[in-house]
């Protein structure tokens, strides 16, 4: 881990991304600094996986700037800001299924010198909180909780500033829910900055250190998890409709 360079922090200033005709961001302005976990929330079609696929270089803002460090990020190809510091998953698992375990976090450590050996996968394995330590058993044989936290040990293979999780409890038990509370905090305490894209509210409350809601693609509050749990706004765009819909 080299936290010596855990200096930079992800900064999206202003951005708007429109598909066709529908402004899918409007001006979003978002900060996460090193050894944050910053909660992105909102209603479904809010513009969530925009932001991030507008970070990584998927899609491509129509102004606006997003910078990691002295880096202009997206001015850049995907590769090339994946290789500046930022590791993402998905909301729906993207494992390389028919590769084993061992092959999977490799596939990771593009950034990373040389081959990672087996202590050293196992010990992302360990830092991902993946249980079963088989390097040779095929991904897509694992429980669907550890080919979550799978996901994840292959973002932090290539050794991140920056770890972007898309709703990484989707699907599970409140026994892998609590892992990935424990998960999230240790790897922003060792000194990444992470952008957590999540329903759950009761593990962003847990983890969060700063929350930004969007609806519409607007950024309409944003504050500790306190604070816009209590925003009217929040309360009637998305908190209160998931009270109502939970209740129903």
């Known amino acids: 881990m080299s936290l ?3 200096g930079d922090h992800l900064v999206v200033e202003r951005v708007s991304v429109r598909y066709g005709g529908v402004l899918a961001l409007d001006a979003v302005s978002l900060d996460v ?3 944050t976990v ?4 909102g209603p479904n079609g809010a513009g969530k996986t925009t932001l991030i696929n507008a970070v990584t270089g998927v899609v491509r803002p129509v102004s606006g700037a997003i910078t990691l460090g002295a880096v202009r ?9 994946a290789r500046a510091g930022v590791a993402r998953t998905y909301q729906n698992i993207r494992l390389f299924a028919a590769l084993t375990v061992a092959e999977n976090v490799r596939a990771g450590a593009y950034a990373r010198p040389g081959v990672l050996t087996d202590n050293a ?10 249980h079963d330590h088989d390097l040779q058993r095929r991904a897509g044989t694992l429980p669907y909780g550890e080919q979550r936290r799978l996901e994840i040990a292959r973002a932090l293979a290539s050794d991140p500033h920056i770890l972007l999780l898309d709703e990484p409890a989707a699907g599970m038990n409140p026994r892998e829910t609590g892992e990935l509370r424990a998960l999230i905090r240790a790897v922003a305490e060792s000194g990444t900055g992470i952008l957590l894209v999540e329903h759950d509210m009761s593990l962003v409350t847990a983890v969060c250190d700063h929350v930004l809601v969007l609806n519409f693609g607007e950024a309409i509050a944003q504050g500790s998890p306190a604070q816009v749990a209590r925003d009217p706004a929040v309360i009637e765009a998305y ?3 998931a009270a109502e ?4």
Request: net charge positive; proline share 6%.
């Open 73 to 81: 990020l997206n001015r850049l190809p995907q590769y090339r800001v």
């Open 239 to 241: 908190l209160g409709t």
């Open 245 to 248: 819909s939970s209740s129903a």
């Open 121 to 130: 996968l196992r010990a992302l394995l360990d830092r991902a909180m993946v």
């Open 38 to 41: 910053v909660g992105l929330i």
């Open 4 to 6: 010596e360079r855990r």
């Open 33 to 35: 600094p090193s050894a």
